[in-house]
Each structure stands twice: as structure tokens, then as C-alpha cells.
T-cell receptor
């Protein structure tokens, strides 16, 4: 069973519009949650993470995400899209596996920004 | 800054060849990972290592092996490359597994098996 679900393999927005990328997780223990971004032909870099404490987390490049335990969600938002935001975005959760804690990723959402 | 370096950005190998993908990190991290990235499938874990000479199978270990003789280096080995192993391979490292820290990624190796 998939532990991280990203709704929508592609999201298309106009420049200046709100960005919303959805992520739901399943975890039997309090999760650690992450969003990563991947620009073309590059590795992944961390946008933001939730571990404990404040449920609204701010990251780099104006992105933020809110941890909602009741909805098992960790959606990524940005008030105003920029052309440079076009990239692949991955939600990840730290899962327990046989005593090890493994970063487990969703299938990714490609963000397309139109002028 | 943490730096994770993968030895090759692009590789082309023939079916049946033994292929080595090398990854080096410079921050004394205990944990290292190899993922495979395919369109629509996201990142899938092949193997991980939580310390030197330690290794654990991930979700898709078949056809792969790994080696971690030194803390900074984690090698992925394709024993006999096949065309279905054509993919992007990503190496990552993390300080320790009991820390709530993120993984740091290399730039990726795009492997084509012909």
C-alpha cells in the first residue's frame, strides 16, 4: 500500500496564480513530512519539512505547507506562481521499516507555469 | 553545505555488462541511499546503508547489489545490466536515522542500457 499519495501528476497554473500541490500520507506513528523540488536534470533539494511543533511550515522560495493530522495531509502552497517554479515536486514521509527509518516518496507532481 | 557527488551524469552500457555507480558524500553522514526514478513512478528505494559495511534491501533490490566499505562512499552495482534498468539513479545521504533530518541528494546518473 502506498504511504504517500500525491494527487495529480501534473498541475498547470498561470504566472501569478495560487499554487496548490496535494499530498496525503498514511502512517501509524507521528510522521516526519518533507517536500522536495527537482529542477530538470538535477537532484532533489529540500523545500521544507515538518517534524514537530507548528503545523504551518515555511520553506524556501515562498512555499509553505500545513500539516493536518485529521486529514492526514501536507499540501504545498505558494500564493503567486513564478515561471521559475516550474519543476517536479515530491512529497516524502519518513517511514519505519524493520527498525530503520526510510524516506519514502510520492510519485511526484509536475508543476507547469504558463506566462 | 553537504555535497553528494555521483561519479557520472550520463552512462551508456551494453546489455550484460557489469555496471558500477559511485556516490560520495563529504559530511560524515551515517546513512546512504540509492533510489531509482522513473516517470510516473516517483523514487523507489533500491538499497540503503545505515553505516559502514551495513546494507538493507529496499523495495526493488532485484538485479542490484551495493557496497559500502568506507563511510563516505556507497556504490551501486548492476551485476548484468538489462534494458529494463535504463533509468535515472539518485544517491542520497542523511546524518543519522534517529534524527529528523532530511536527505541530501546527488545530481543523478542517467543510465541507458542498450
Amino acid at each position: 500500500a502506498q504511504s504517500v499519495t500525491q494527487l495529480g501528476s501534473h498541475v498547470s497554473v498561470s504566472e501569478g496564480a495560487l499554487v496548490l500541490l496535494r499530498c496525503n500520507y498514511s502512517s501509524s506513528v507521528p510522521p516526519y513530512l518533507f517536500w522536495y523540488v527537482q529542477y530538470p536534470n538535477q537532484g532533489l533539494q529540500l523545500l521544507l519539512k515538518y517534524t514537530t511543533g507548528a503545523t504551518l511550515v515555511k520553506g524556501i522560495n515562498g512555499f509553505e505547507a500545513e500539516f493536518k493530522k485529521s486529514e492526514t495531509s501536507f499540501h504545498l502552497t505558494k500564493p503567486s506562481a513564478h515561471m521559475s517554479d516550474a519543476a517536479e515536486y515530491f512529497c516524502a514521509v519518513r517511514l519505519s521499516s524493520g527498525g530503520s527509518y526510510i524516506p519514502t516518496f510520492g510519485r511526484g507532481t509536475s508543476l507547469i507555469v504558463h506566462p | 553545505d553537504v555535497k553528494v557527488t555521483q561519479s557520472s551524469r550520463y552512462l551508456v552500457k551494453r546489455t550484460g555488462e557489469k555496471v558500477f555507480l559511485e556516490c560520495v558524500q563529504d559530511m560524515d553522514h551515517e546513512n546512504m541511499f540509492w533510489y531509482r526514478q522513473d516517470p510516473g513512478l516517483g523514487l523507489r528505494l533500491i538499497y540503503f546503508s545505515y553505516d559502514v559495511k551495513m546494507k538493507e534491501k529496499g523495495d526493488i533490490p532485484e538485479g542490484y547489489s551495493v557496497s559500502r566499505e568506507k563511510k563516505e562512499r556507497f556504490s551501486l552495482i548492476l551485476e548484468s545490466a538489462s534494458t529494463n534498468q535504463t533509468s535515472m539513479y539518485l544517491c542520497a545521504s542523511r546524518e543519522r536515522q534517529d534524527m529528523n533530518t532530511e536527505a541530501f541528494f546527488g545530481q543523478g546518473t542517467r543510465l541507458t542500457v542498450v
